[in-house]
């Protein structure tokens, strides 16, 4: 994708331009007139599974990436402002939308998120004792039950 913008920029467009213009040559950056963008999404759709069929790759839904973006930015250490700016860079007017419709999370990954909200939340110590019986044997959990007085 990096060189693909590249050699877009390289042919003249700028950041205002669509990322996959409307063309003779899908797969090239090259344009005879303007960078003109498609009125629909059926063309891009029918470019990235051309395109994934030419390099033996698994055709994936162009919205596919609007869920890895927010994912993306989920993760990045930045305030709601920019959020929202890059939110709006996926045709998004408010980030809620791109929150609601692409933020989901899968089990492994909720649980991860509350296990290190709850790692905040317990005292160092405390934890680093909680983390010592619980992967101790049971035959020292049962000890440190008697010594615990349980």
Known sequence: MIDWIADLKAHGANDDD???P???N???AKQDTAFEAWSSTNPIREIIREAT???GEQYFKPHSVRSTIEQWIEQLPI???QKKALSQNLGH???RTTATYYGKLDDPRKLALVAGIRDKLVDPEDQELYELIRNAPPNKRDAAKVLLGE
């Open 18 to 20: 669509p990322l996959f």
């Open 79 to 81: 305030g709601a402002e």
């Open 53 to 55: 069929e030419m390099t």
């Open 22 to 24: 409307k063309g003779p």
């Open 93 to 95: 007017e408010h980030y």
């Open 26 to 28: 899908r797969f090239s």
